[in-house]
T-cell receptor, first 112, second 113 residues
Framework: SQELEQSPQSLIVQEGKNLTINCTSS?????LYWYKQKYGEGLIFLMMLQKGGEEKSHEKITAKLDEKKQQSSLHITASQPSHAGIYLCGADGEKGTYKYIFGTGTRLKVLA | NAGVTQTPKFRVLKTGQSMTLLCAQD?????MYWYRQDPGMGLRLIHYSVGEGTTAKGEVPDGYNVSRLKKQNFLLGLESAAPSQTSVYFC????????????FGSGTRLTVV
């Protein structure tokens, strides 16, 4: 079965610093989704990537999917305390199914 | 728009007791899902539904049952709770194609003692 591995597991950065979170799949990704979870709350959808080499941005967050569609990165520029939380990648488990799988998450803390 | 609403938000059960978690969405989404989130395990799919009257097993379905009698509601039942079912449960819903991602509820924190 497909697995999603995220790195790092946790990250502490000073406000204003850039950071990158990675999500690696054991199989080809047909759809890769990034979510943010604030502590004690549900997940908020950030963006979805489908095509090899695709890149999307939302405010100061940029996500990329590599050409082989097995790895995605989430980059935050000039981090702020509001970026703190848990970032999870999710993917369509298998093409044509409805079973979504998730990475174990990256816990981000931004120091003011 | 309320989005996805889960009730209750917190619950403590004794081993062997039963309970039902309710998920309601007002976005006319076809698909609905129940996940559990545990430390170090991430989110795992319990059951899901692709439409009213249909349900299917996910990754960890044992010990749970679900029903989707109405399109907007998806119920998760625990017939005989066990300590291993202590977790945070999330409901989510989506359109037929998940291009826009899932909409999640705020979660139910369940403790089984």
């Amino acid at each position: 079965s497909q697995e999603l591995e995220q790195s790092p597991q946790s990250l502490i950065v000073q406000e204003g610093k850039n950071l990158t979170i990675n999500c690696t799949s054991s199989k080809t990704l047909y759809g890769l989704y990034w979510y943010k979870q604030k502590y004690g709350e549900g997940l908020i959808f950030l963006m979805m990537l489908q095509k090899g080499g695709e890149e999307k941005s939302h405010e100061k967050i940029t996500a990329k999917l590599d050409e082989k569609k097995q790895q995605s990165s989430l980059h935050i520029t000039a981090s702020q305390p509001s970026h703190a939380g848990i970032y999870l990648c999710g993917a369509d488990g298998e093409k044509g199914t409805y079973k979504y799988i998730f990475g174990t998450g990256t816990r981000l803390k931004v120091l003011a | 728009n309320a989005g996805v609403t889960q009730t209750p938000k917190f619950r403590v059960l004794k081993t062997g007791q039963s309970m039902t978690l309710l998920c309601a969405q007002d976005m006319n989404h076809e698909y609905m899902y129940w996940y559990r989130q545990d430390p170090g395990m991430g989110l795992r799919l319990i059951h899901y539904s692709v439409g009213e009257g249909t349900t299917a097993k996910g990754e960890v379905p044992d010990g749970y049952n679900v029903s989707r009698l109405k399109k907007q509601n998806f119920l998760l039942g625990l017939e005989s709770a066990a300590p291993s079912q202590t977790s945070v449960y999330f409901c989510a819903s989506s359109y037929i194609r998940s291009n826009y991602g899932y909409t999640f509820g705020s979660g139910t924190r369940l403790t089984v003692v």
